[in-house]
């Protein structure tokens, strides 16, 4: 028998008399991403009022962010007459956990926080933010947040999409929602104390949007990259501003039509095929864009063996990782780890590879079609390739 729809829109009875309904309905979802130099200058209006109206802020900081900058937030707050409580977290990747995720919600119920009008706002970087974000999905079944970003993987990446998450068991961000903040507001200078490690780490995850998307950006990272390093994307130069302006419009660009991940074929997943395994196995040593950045030296070596990328573009994009200071290969780069990783991944794609390479610079397709023997000589030519190269 045909469903019927009942007087409420979205609702539809189904038999005569009703024995079933089936109730649909649409989440229209809005949230803000936007530039926001000085961010603690409390002349900025744009923390104090992001997402809310006047009220109290439970501010929750990474603790190291704390640290150097802690005196600045609680002055802001102080400044605009905000009522406000910090909650230091020690946040990085072994402590992105559902035990943190416990510490956040037990702030939030001491705090007595309000269930609409008092966002949460994370200030750290991609661990701490999805930590919070989860805890915020988490608590009453949604709670709003805003973010501050503090490092350069939080700015182009964790900080712009909808995803929250804590890593469980052996596996990255196992555990996790679709929550995204209702602002997010980025400011550079916070890179000032950022360490060089990590700042490249950033730059592997803006390669990423280069390499598979914008030919544009790759060449602004040959022209550039190593001076954006050097000065802490501090300098005047106006390159900054456009690599982290590309990067996160690139990234925006293709997470906003499929927010919710129900196409599975994402570009944005290149350099995420075989890296979440091998950055768990090679956990504390590999950082998060460092491990993307092998992951995509491989598959930069697979495209060029199928012949999508020309040799001495396959050099090029090899030579730009090592002057970012980006690792290019790792001993865990070998046939079994690669052939787990790419199990799990499979799985994580509903049962297919949806593997993304690039094709040329710039631009990529996916692959359905990845043998072991071929995954396999890639990773040695790599190997061969990073040493000659070194
Ligand atoms: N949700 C998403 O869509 C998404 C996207 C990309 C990455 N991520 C996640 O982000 C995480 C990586 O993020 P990350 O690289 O920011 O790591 P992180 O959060 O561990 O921060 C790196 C280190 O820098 C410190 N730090 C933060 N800001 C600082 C500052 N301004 N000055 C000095 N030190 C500072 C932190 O205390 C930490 O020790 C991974 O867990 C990854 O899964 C999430």
Known sequence: MPAKRDDSHGLYTLGEPVTGWTVTTALPVTYQVSFS??????ANPALATAGATPGRRLVVVDATVHALHGHRIRTYFEARGLPHRICVL??????????????VAEAMEGFGLARRGEP????????????VGLACSLYRRSTPFVRVPTTLIGLVDAGVGAKTGVNFGPHKNRLGTY???????????????????????????????A???????????????????????QGPAAIGGEVLVRAVHGMLQELQPNLWEHRLERSMDYGHSFSPTVEMRALPELLHGE???????????????RGLVEPGQRDRIIELMRRLRLPVWHPLMEPATLGEALTDTVRHRDGRQRLPLPVGIGEGCFADDLTARELASAAAELKELSCVTQ
């Open 37 to 42: 130099p000085g961010v603690l200058n409390p």
């Open 90 to 103: 020690p946040a990085h990747e072994q402590l992105k956990t559902m035990d943190s995720v416990f510490r």
């Open 120 to 131: 949460v706002i994370a200030v750290g970087g991609g661990v701490l933010m999805d930590v």
């Open 179 to 209: 929550h995204p903040a209702t602002a997010t507001l980025l400011d550079p200078a916070f890179l000032a104390t950022l360490d060089r490690r990590h700042l490249s780490n950033g730059l592997a995850e803006i390669l990423k949007v």
């Open 211 to 233: 390499l598979i998307k914008d030919r544009r950006l790759f060449d602004l990272l040959e022209q550039g990259g190593e001076t954006l390093l050097a000065q802490r994307f």
């Open 291 to 305: 491990a993307v950045c092998v992951d995509m030296a491989l598959t930069t070596v697979l495209a060029q063996r």
